[in-house]
């Protein structure tokens, strides 16, 4: 039996994040063909019927795994870093695929802290990420008020433009002058996207360090996309206030809901840095208590 198989509790959050800037997810198609296209376009897909742009959930996933290693390598110092999933003699999988574990269980406690919640080649994740599209901004209402009575509309909020860039010779440290060096790019210059995260049989020291990520997006420290060294990929939380935990099986079934970041993470019970901390050194006092080191 895997540890998946027994459903334990599971949930899904909910947030919506702004763009705060250019907003550069390249899609890799050549633009040859078109040469009235940019060199390098915003991925797009068909959703509902129509043409937009979108965040890919597999790039999501990417960005939170990376600040979630960098969290966990702090938090948990006295285990060490997590595990290169780029390199595979310094992964995870390499130990896995070594030796053969009697179950999922010991590949489980074999694993770093990010495999452990996002998977590897040798277990699967508990952590899911859908695609992000855009969605409506919030209602703007006629002559400037809050009254309901006025007639509201939705105004769609995606906004493109056209960057141009250059290349640097690395030598001279000007404008490199061979052909090519001088390309255009397509951003999002203004747009809102929901986000949902599912979970499942997961510990509450997890689901904190996710938020931990959640709010160091919206504090700037964290970028997507492509040319987060030159500005761009900066996002926020469109509102704090507005992220939602939704508990579909386990958790606290009396409040199956939990709304607002804050009230999020006081539900995890790892209100600040200390009591991360401190939670990491008692999980290693503990184990090394039980092997008698």
């Given at each position: 039996?895997?540890?998946?198989?027994?459903?334990?509790?599971?949930?899904?959050?909910?947030?919506?994040?702004?763009?705060?800037?250019?907003?550069?997810?390249?899609?890799?198609?050549?633009?040859?063909?078109?040469?009235?296209?940019?060199?390098?376009?915003?991925?797009?897909?068909?959703?509902?019927?129509?043409?937009?742009?979108?965040?890919?959930?597999?790039?999501?996933?990417?960005?939170?795994?990376?600040?979630?290693?960098?969290?966990?390598?702090?938090?948990?110092?006295?285990?060490?870093?997590?595990?290169?999933?780029?390199?595979?003699?310094?992964?995870?999988?390499?130990?896995?695929?070594?030796?053969?574990?009697?179950?999922?269980?010991?590949?489980?406690?074999?694993?770093?802290?990010?495999?452990?919640?996002?998977?590897?080649?040798?277990?699967?994740?508990?952590?899911?990420?859908?695609?992000?599209?855009?969605?409506?901004?919030?209602?703007?209402?006629?002559?400037?008020?809050?009254?309901?009575?006025?007639?509201?509309?939705?105004?769609?909020?995606?906004?493109?433009?056209?960057r141009n860039s250059v290349g640097i010779d690395r030598i001279t440290g000007?404008?490199?002058?061979?052909?090519?060096?001088?390309?255009?790019?397509?951003?999002?210059?203004?747009?809102?996207?929901?986000?949902?995260?599912?979970?499942?049989?997961?510990?509450?020291?997890?689901?904190?360090?996710?938020?931990?990520?959640?709010?160091?997006?919206?504090?700037?420290?964290?970028?997507?996309?492509?040319?987060?060294?030159?500005?761009?990929?900066?996002?926020?939380?469109?509102?704090?206030?507005?992220?939602?935990?939704?508990?579909?099986?386990?958790?606290?079934?009396?409040?199956?809901?939990?709304?607002?970041?804050?009230?999020?993470?006081?539900?995890?019970?790892?209100?600040?840095?200390?009591?991360?901390?401190?939670?990491?050194?008692?999980?290693?006092?503990?184990?090394?208590?039980?092997?008698?080191?």
């Open positions: 039996m895997t540890l998946l198989s027994r459903l334990q509790n599971s949930a899904v959050l909910s947030f919506r994040l702004r763009t705060d800037g250019p907003l550069l997810i390249n899609s890799g198609d050549s633009s040859k063909i078109d040469p009235t296209l940019p060199d390098m376009r915003f991925v797009r897909c068909t959703y509902k019927g129509k043409d937009t742009v979108y965040m890919p959930g597999s790039g999501l996933k990417g960005v939170f795994r990376t600040r979630y290693e960098q969290l966990a390598g702090y938090f948990d110092s006295c285990c060490g870093a997590c595990c290169n999933v780029t390199a595979k003699a310094q992964s995870c999988w390499d130990k896995i695929e070594k030796k053969p574990w009697p179950s999922s269980k010991a590949i489980y406690d074999k694993s770093c802290e990010a495999c452990r919640l996002f998977g590897s080649l040798g277990m699967a994740g508990r952590i899911s990420f859908a695609d992000a599209y855009p969605v409506m901004d919030d209602i703007i209402r006629e002559n400037g008020n809050d009254d309901s009575s006025n007639v509201c509309e939705y105004k769609d909020m995606v906004v493109t433009g056209i000007g404008a490199n002058s061979g052909s090519g060096a001088l390309f255009e790019y397509e951003v999002v210059e203004n747009a809102l996207f929901q986000v949902n995260v599912r979970i499942m049989n997961f510990q509450k020291y997890q689901l904190r360090l996710l938020l931990w990520v959640l709010e160091d997006i919206d504090d700037g420290f964290v970028t997507f996309g492509m040319g987060g060294s030159r500005g761009n990929g900066q996002m926020r939380l469109a509102d704090r206030a507005a992220v939602l935990l939704r508990y579909k099986y386990g958790g606290d079934l009396q409040q199956p809901e939990f709304r607002g970041l804050d009230g999020i993470i006081a539900h995890t019970e790892f209100n600040n840095s200390q009591a991360l901390k401190s939670f990491f050194e008692g999980r290693v006092n503990k184990n090394a208590t039980d092997t008698g080191t």
